[in-house]
Each structure stands twice: as structure tokens, then as C-alpha cells.
């Protein structure tokens, strides 16, 4: 089946540096999204990319994905101590109705 | 509106025990589905349910089953409980064709012992 992956599975910054995590899917997604998941919490749908080589941004979010459709990636600029949490990006399995798959997971800790 | 509502929030059962847990999706969102997160195997799907019919299937064992009434509102039932069973239950739903995504519910976390 689909498998998605995401790299760094962990990684720490100094507030005020930027950070970004990758997303790569093993076959071409229609659509990809992202979530955010708070410790403690329950993930949190940021936005959906559906558009090859699309590009589009939520304050110092910024969300592209890949011409080929088949890899993602959210670059955090200036990051702040309430981006603290767990970055999941996931795409729709093929004609699969509303199933996801999910990447593990990028776990973000920012040091004030 | 109000969110997507998972009961109970918290569950200990003992190894063998059954447990059935709810879900309340948003009001007009006909797709309910349902995930394992645990923290070796990351988000895992379960089932997803449309219109009280089980449309998809995730790679689980016939101990987890669910089912979909006409509000909308779903359960997932799992028998004979292991305890790699303990996870963090999620219930998503979400609007089939929009852009919005999945709306989670806050989870039933399940302890077996």
C-alpha cells in the first residue's frame, strides 16, 4: 500500500530559527495535507495542497508541494515556542474515499 | 459549531475485556473515520464509515470492528483486548469534497492492563 514519509523525525531549534520538514509519498497523491498535533492534543488540519508545484502560506507557515505530486514540505520561519508540537502531512490512499495515510510525524521542540 | 465529541475521554480494561467507544461527528459531516495513534506506530487507519456503510478498512484484526448509525454518529468496538491494544483512540470527520480536511475528535485514550 501507500506509504508516507517525513524527515526529521525530531528536531530542535532556538526560537527565532527556522525550521522544515519533508513529506514524501511512494506513489503520486492527488492531494496532500497538514496537521498539527500540540502535546497532549489532537491533530489540527493546517491546509490542503492540490496543485502541482503549489505554493501557499499562513502567516510564517509555508506549504509547497511538489511538481510531481508525490512530495511536500512546511518551512516555519521565525519560530515561536507556541509551534511547539507534531507536524503530520497525509495523503488519500487512491480511489480510496476519504481514507488517509499518514506520515510519521516531524516532532518540533523550540527552545526560548 | 460544535466539534467532533468522543466518549469516554479516558479507559482502563483489563486483557480480555471488550470496550466500545463513541463518536459524535459535526453536524452535516456524513464521513466518520477512525485512527490508532500510538507512539511506535504513529496515526494508523482503522475504518472509515459514509451513510451507515463501512467504505474502507485499514489493516487491523477482526477484533476491531465498528458501525455507523443514521445521525451519523459512530462506534468502534474492540473484543478480546491485548494490551498493544493501549493506544490513543481518534474519530475524524469531515465533509466529503471539501477542502477541509479531517476534523479530529479529543480521542478516547485506552489503557489495558
Known amino acids: 500500500g501507500q506509504q508516507v514519509m517525513q524527515i526529521p523525525q525530531y528536531q530542535h531549534v532556538q526560537e527565532g530559527e527556522d525550521f522544515t520538514t519533508y513529506c514524501n509519498s511512494s506513489?503520486?497523491?492527488?492531494?496532500i495535507q497538514w496537521y498539527k498535533q500540540r502535546p497532549g492534543g489532537h491533530p489540527v488540519f493546517l491546509i490542503q495542497?492540490?496543485?502541482?508545484?503549489e505554493v501557499k502560506k499562513q502567516k510564517r507557515l509555508t506549504f509547497q508541494f511538489g511538481e510531481a505530486k508525490k512530495n511536500s514540505s512546511l518551512h516555519i520561519t521565525a519560530t515561536q515556542t507556541t509551534d511547539v508540537g507534531t507536524y503530520f502531512c497525509?495523503?488519500?490512499?487512491?480511489?480510496?474515499?476519504?481514507?488517509?495515510?499518514f506520515g510519521g510525524g516531524t516532532r518540533l521542540m523550540v527552545k526560548p | 459549531k460544535a466539534g467532533v465529541t468522543q466518549t469516554p475521554r479516558y479507559l482502563i480494561k483489563t486483557r480480555g475485556q471488550q470496550v466500545t467507544l463513541s463518536c459524535s461527528p459535526i453536524s452535516g459531516h456524513r464521513s466518520v473515520s477512525w485512527y490508532q495513534q500510538t507512539p511506535g506506530q504513529g496515526l494508523q487507519f482503522l475504518f472509515e464509515y459514509f451513510s451507515e456503510t463501512q467504505r474502507n478498512k485499514g489493516n487491523f484484526p477482526g477484533r476491531f470492528s465498528g458501525r455507523q448509525f443514521s445521525n451519523s454518529r459512530s462506534e468502534m468496538n474492540v473484543s478480546t483486548l491485548e494490551l498493544g491494544d493501549s493506544a490513543l483512540y481518534l474519530c475524524?470527520?469531515?465533509?466529503?469534497?471539501?477542502?477541509?480536511?479531517?476534523?479530529f475528535g479529543s480521542g478516547t485514550r485506552l489503557t489495558v492492563v
Open positions: 497525509a495523503g488519500p490512499e487512491n480511489n480510496a474515499g476519504n481514507m488517509l495515510t
Open positions: 475524524a470527520s469531515s465533509f466529503p469534497g471539501a477542502n477541509y480536511g479531517y476534523t
Open positions: 506513489t503520486t497523491l492527488s492531494n
Open positions: 495542497l492540490v496543485k502541482s508545484g
